[in-house]
């Protein structure tokens, strides 16, 4: 069983930055894939990125080249490092874990959910 809660939301002006935390429990994190999906109100919910165990990663082209994901496994926690914010990047982030150690992008892929976070940028 693996137990994941985000931290690092909030609101934040257009071309902004934040970072997102996942702590999570268990002592098998490093094997886990790893992902962050997001989900805007009234949208469904849509794959950001995700990192597996070998720290190979993989992004969603609406966040290429704005957010950096990375993973501590020392400290069992993943980051979502958001740069350039902008208003559709507004939704609740949540993070997900697999024992699989292929990048997978759907949801139901994923075993465990964290809450989430709520991430609110303005313009």
């Known amino acids: 069983q693996v137990q994941l809660v985000e931290s690092g939301g909030g609101l934040v002006q257009a071309g902004g930055s934040l970072r997102l935390s996942c702590a999570a429990s268990g002592r098998t994190f490093s094997s886990y894939t790893m992902a962050w999906f997001r989900q805007a109100p009234g949208k469904e919910r849509e794959f950001v990125s995700a990192?597996?165990?070998?720290?190979?990663?993989y992004y969603a082209d609406s966040v290429k080249g704005r957010f950096t994901i990375s993973r501590d496994n020392a400290k069992n926690t993943l980051y979502l490092l958001m740069n350039t914010l902008k208003p559709e990047d507004t939704a609740v982030y949540s993070c997900a874990a697999a024992a699989y150690g292929m990048i997978r992008t759907r949801s139901q892929d994923y075993n465990y959910w964290g809450q989430g976070t709520q991430v609110t940028v303005s313009s």
């Open positions: 990192i597996n165990w070998s720290a190979h990663t």
